[in-house]
């Protein structure tokens, strides 16, 4: 059985959704170009926290995981997912995201 994710690692997830955002807005990355190339649907509207989440990591997380809520995560889920969408967004956009956050970073 896989232990249930911490409090930090919930955290930690939702600074590191807050600063793709802001890595793909620096970036002029808009939401129509990752949601076609993951999902065939489009949006023209910056990225926010919520977006990201919604739109590119949830799907993620649910697929990677089989969970339905990020709620449900282990202590490796995040990481997962952290590690598959660094690099498919290195390879589809030559962006590198922000490190996951951890007590010493922050």
């Not at 997962?80 to 498919?88: D, H, N, Q, R, T």
């Amino acid at each position: 059985m896989t232990q249930p994710k911490t409090d930090a690692q919930r955290a930690a997830a939702h600074i590191w959704i807050r600063q793709v955002a802001s890595v793909l807005n620096e970036h002029g990355i808009e939401r129509k170009v990752v949601i076609d190339k993951l999902t065939s649907r489009g949006l023209d509207m910056p990225w926010d926290e919520k977006s990201f989440k919604e739109l590119v990591y949830k799907p993620v997380f649910q697929a990677v995981t089989r969970e339905e809520s990020t709620e449900d995560a282990n202590r490796t889920d995040h990481s997962i997912c952290y590690e598959g969408l660094c690099k498919w967004f290195g390879q589809e956009f030559g962006v590198t995201l922000p490190p996951f956050p951890s007590r010493e970073s922050l």
